[in-house]
């Protein structure tokens, strides 16, 4: 499915419920966004410097990246940054996916690379 809102393409799969949302500028791709799958079955890899974001738990995933020589900068609102990758990793609809056991999401659930964060 396809559908257009204002300055953004949005396109789901629906089989294995993932979206991605193309963003514009003055007619020019800014921004790339994908959503987290909701089927958790989904043959579906979202790997991020080869490791699968939306499958690898956030925090073994930021430590993998530090491991590799990324920068991750962390804030309080639930977005941690790669900014020499232009990538923002985020959490923003845990009660729909996978939590641990504090009720926290266990894996992120959206990426989005952008032309500047």
């Not at 909701?38 to 530090?66: I, K, M, Y």
Request: net charge negative; glycine share 8%.
């Amino acid at each position: 499915m396809t559908r257009t809102r204002g300055r953004q393409i949005w396109l789901v799969h629906d089989q294995f419920q993932l979206s991605v949302v193309l963003g514009f500028t003055k007619g020019t791709l800014g921004g790339v966004e994908l959503y987290r799958f909701r089927n958790e079955d989904a043959d579906v890899a979202v790997l991020l410097d080869g490791l699968d974001v939306f499958r690898t738990p956030s925090t073994d995933l930021c430590d993998r990246l530090a491991q590799r020589g990324h920068t991750i900068e962390e804030n309080d609102l639930g977005f941690d940054a790669l900014s020499e990758l232009n990538v923002i990793l985020a959490n923003q609809s845990s009660q729909e996916h996978p939590v641990d056991e504090d009720g926290d999401p266990l894996y992120y659930d959206c990426v989005l690379v952008a032309e500047r964060i």
